[in-house]
């Protein structure tokens, strides 16, 4: 528990910092420019791009990964307690403090304006080896976690090889393995390319291949952002509905899906690259609508979860049911509103993965837009409302009523202000204006946006609201000085299952994690050999410049 409070700790102090740098990349894109004051504040941020990396890397990357570290070994390590295995928790501090390490020695290049990079990182753009060095202990961090998750299945397995492996388990085990298979594309690019380029070991980097290696792990990293918020959907959500999962196997079908597709899909990041050949990227395209499909499933199956929970409430009629669910708990109601925001997010992602549609949004405020709505609401939120049942029995700290409102207040606020922005940015995508750009420089460039331009405007003053109220809470029941020993014995509230699958063929196939394992393999070897195997064999490298 002491280790889990730490992981989650630190991912939503890197939350807190980089949220405080988004009102201002908000007001940029309504035309104001409040970069001017930013400096005077905080006199080490020296360029909106600087602000806008700072923002990236903190929330995109940092806290996503604390908090996938935090949830996807926290859950499977307290259901297999029941089965008399444990978790190696040496190995679960050296994680953290790699990761904290890690994130130290990034941020001092960062915070000194010398690794103003953006956080894709994309060469030419060079930064200073401490970034690329801190960036890859800290996301080795996660590899650790990993590994010690599929340690402890193994064990579950060797004393109990009769027994289908336990649901949280399951989902945790084929998330890490599609992260550990994900993450290879980031390792090489850092270790091989970034690296020693950024020492001068070598003096160019190739930057068609970086980009290639980075988008290898550069879209199953939206989905090691996203399973861990699933997981807890799945697991939680329906018990504090009031309810049960209607499915155990269809929650097994959407993770497997996810170890199989989440990977061969990368070149829908690069339509628009040179020297990747149509055919790989119509492959790739086609691939990216399979990895819609499990979203598709759950947008079904936790609907419907919600609706037995509606109706076991005592819910009537064709929406009665949605009133009757428990809107007074902001543990329910934030992974709620960020589950409605998903949906246009969803839809956005599969115009994105359009072939020739993306050509009209590729580069333009409509991705931010996107990703706004996928990771800033639903990632954000499910992490949001865990802290309302989490922090209590992981520090034996009651929620009070004035915390829970004030919760409450925050995640409304929070979702009301991303779709605000979402609304705005996607049009003003559709009116071409270009995304990670200083627009509010160029005031008479974009005239044409003027009323999307307005929406960014509410959205940063609202968020910024959303912000004060949601850490007002985060840190009241954080700092308290009442524990209850009922509270800190408290258990995670693991959803009922309505259907099993029982013991069947088809869950012991679904069991067979090795095979679908080397089938994901197989699969990633077949998408992406022949371009890599092209791009390692002419390299055109070339030195490197900075934006700031
Ligand atoms: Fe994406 C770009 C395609 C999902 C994040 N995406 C990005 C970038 C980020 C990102 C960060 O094909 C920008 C990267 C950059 O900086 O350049 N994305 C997709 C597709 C999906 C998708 C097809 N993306 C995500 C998720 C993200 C994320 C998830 C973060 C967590 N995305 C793209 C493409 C690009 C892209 C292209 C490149 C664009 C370019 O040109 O640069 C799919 O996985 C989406 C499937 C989702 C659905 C929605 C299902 C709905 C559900 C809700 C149900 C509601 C309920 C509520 C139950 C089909 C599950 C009931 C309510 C009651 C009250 C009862």
Redesign the pocket.
């Given at each position: 528990k002491k280790l889990t409070l730490y992981y989650l700790v630190l991912g939503f102090v890197a939350l807190l910092v980089g949220s405080l740098f988004g009102p201002f990349q908000a007001l940029n894109y309504g035309n104001v420019d409040a970069y001017p004051l930013l400096k005077r504040l905080l006199p080490f941020v020296q360029s909106y791009y600087q602000g806008l990396t700072l923002h990236g890397v903190l929330n995109?990357i940092v806290f996503t990964q604390l908090l996938a570290m935090a949830v996807m070994f926290y859950l499977p390590a307290r259901e297999l307690r029941a089965y008399g295995v444990r978790p190696n928790l040496t190995w679960g501090w050296v994680a953290w403090w790699m990761a904290f390490l890690g994130l130290l020695v990034a941020a001092l290049p960062l915070l000194a304006n010398e690794a103003t990079v953006l956080?894709?990182f994309y060469p030419p753009l060079k930064g200073h080896w401490a970034f690329y060095v801190g960036a890859t202990v800290f996301v080795a961090a996660s590899l650790v976690v990993g590994l010690l998750v599929i340690g402890m299945w193994l064990r579950f397995k060797k004393l109990h090889p009769e027994r289908i492996t336990p649901l949280a388990t399951y989902m945790a085990v084929t998330f890490w393995l599609m992260w550990l298979l994900a993450s290879l594309g980031l390792v090489v690019e850092s270790v091989f390319l970034l690296i020693p380029w950024s020492l001068g070991l070598v003096q160019g980097v190739d930057p068609l291949l970086a980009r290639t290696l980075f988008w290898y792990t550069?879209?199953p990293i939206?989905?090691f952002?996203?399973l861990p918020a699933y997981a807890l959907l799945y697991l939680v959500l329906p018990k504090l509905a009031g309810g049960k999962l209607i499915s155990d196997p269809l929650a097994r079908v959407v993770f497997l899906l996810f170890l199989l597709f989440s990977v061969p899909v990368g070149f829908?990041?690069q339509?628009?690259d040179p020297g990747i050949t149509p055919t790989w990227k119509f492959v790739h395209a086609v691939l990216?609508?399979f990895?819609?499909v499990p979203?598709?499933i759950?947008?079904f199956t936790?609907?419907a979860s919600?609706?037995l929970a509606g109706r076991m409430r005592g819910g009537k009629g064709l929406f009665g049911w949605?009133k009757a669910?428990p809107w007074d708990n902001p543990a329910f109601v934030a992974p709620?509103l960020g589950?409605?925001a998903?949906?246009p997010?969803?839809?956005g992602?599969?115009v994105?993965?359009s072939y020739t549609l993306?050509y009209v949004?590729?580069?333009t405020t409509w991705?931010?837009g996107?990703?706004h709505l996928?990771?800033g609401t639903?990632?954000t939120m499910t992490m949001m409302g865990a802290v309302f049942w989490l922090v209590p029995q992981l520090t034996g700290k009651p929620l009070t009523e004035g915390i829970r409102k004030a919760g409450l207040a925050g995640v409304w606020l929070w979702f009301v202000g991303m779709l605000v922005m979402a609304v705005g940015l996607h049009w003003q995508g559709l009116l071409n204006v270009p995304r990670r750009a200083y627009i509010a420089q160029a005031p008479d460039a974009y005239t044409h946006a003027a009323v999307p331009m307005v929406f960014n405007i509410l959205a940063g003053i609202i968020l910024l609201l959303a912000i004060v109220l949601f850490f007002y809470a985060f840190f009241a029941l954080l700092f308290r000085g009442e524990r209850r020993a009922e509270v800190a014995a408290e258990e995670v509230p693991f959803a009922e299952v309505l259907s099993d699958g029982g013991d069947t063929p088809a869950m012991r196939l679904l069991d067979r994690i090795w095979f679908w394992f080397a089938l994901a393999v197989l699969l990633v070897v077949l998408a992406y050999g022949p371009t890599l195997v092209q791009l390692f064999g002419n390299l055109n490298p070339v030195p490197g410049w900075r934006l700031w």
């Open positions: 995109a956080y894709t550069g879209h939206v989905y952002w996203l829908h990041h339509y628009a990216t609508l990895v819609a979203s598709l759950t947008a936790v609907a919600l609706e949605i669910l709620v589950l409605i998903f949906i997010g969803g839809a992602g599969i994105n993965a993306n949004i590729h580069n991705v931010p996107h990703f996928q990771v639903l990632v």
